[in-house]
């Protein structure tokens, strides 16, 4: 079934939908958007206008693309993940156009190359981020506006920075629980979130749900 034929998706008539897209009910897919083929988004998504998502993509359920994202293959995000508008992922740590004789372009499709990125469970990239390849975004952290991503990121840690490091956790309602000092394995505490309540262990640096 083609993707313009699911029931209970929106899709913009500006929107570039090409075969083998599968988009779970009740996703809306804003204009100018462009998602190649083979990509799957899961129920109740929302991809924003000039948005690219490149082909074999996976995206979870009820995830939300701001404006002007570019996510290129070997991205996968989980459910609940939160990309800001401006942000752009990478793929390929040391790219070239060409062969290096300069005699012919270098394919555009997967390679040994072509790294991975895994954005997890309920995590939030903030606007006008750059993230790098072969990382792993932790299950709720959060990564502050304009940063370079270069590292992985533990679960429920909030980073900042060109490039970006570990200052602090937050909870799955994204409060900030505790800001980290110089290094975030000095870090030992019990805390409450002061908003909803929840319980978090953290124990040299690593935030875990109590």
């Known amino acids: ?15 570039i939908i090409e075969e083998g897209v599968r988009l779970g009910e009740g996703t809306a897919i804003w204009n100018g958007v462009h998602i190649r083929h083979g990509t799957t988004l899961g129920e109740e998504c929302i991809v924003g206008e000039n948005t690219y998502i490149a082909y074999d993509v996976r995206i ?19 459910d609940g993940v939160m990309i800001s508008a401006g942000t752009v992922f990478t793929n390929d740590r040391f790219p070239r156009a060409t062969t290096p004789d300069l005699r012919s372009l270098r394919s555009s499709d997967p390679d040994e190359a072509t790294l991975p ?3 997890r469970d309920g995590a939030t990239i903030g606007a006008g981020c750059t993230i790098g390849n072969d990382l792993t975004i932790g299950r709720f952290a959060m990564i502050g506006m304009g940063s370079l991503l270069t590292k992985s990121v533990p679960d429920f840690h909030l980073v900042l920075g060109s490039p970006a490091r570990s200052v602090g956790a937050v ?4 409060e900030v629980l505790i800001r980290f000092g110089k290094d975030p394995a000095d870090c030992n505490a019990d805390v409450t979130c002061t908003s909803c309540a929840r319980p978090y262990a953290i124990r040299r640096g690593t935030v875990v749900e109590r």
């Open 171 to 174: 909870c799955r309602c994204g």
């Open 117 to 119: 990125t895994l954005v």
């Open 1 to 15: 079934m083609s993707a313009t034929t699911l029931p209970n998706v929106r899709i913009h008539p500006t929107a």
């Open 60 to 78: 979870g359920k009820r995830c939300k693309l701001n404006a002007m994202v570019y996510v290129c293959t070997a991205v996968t995000l989980e």
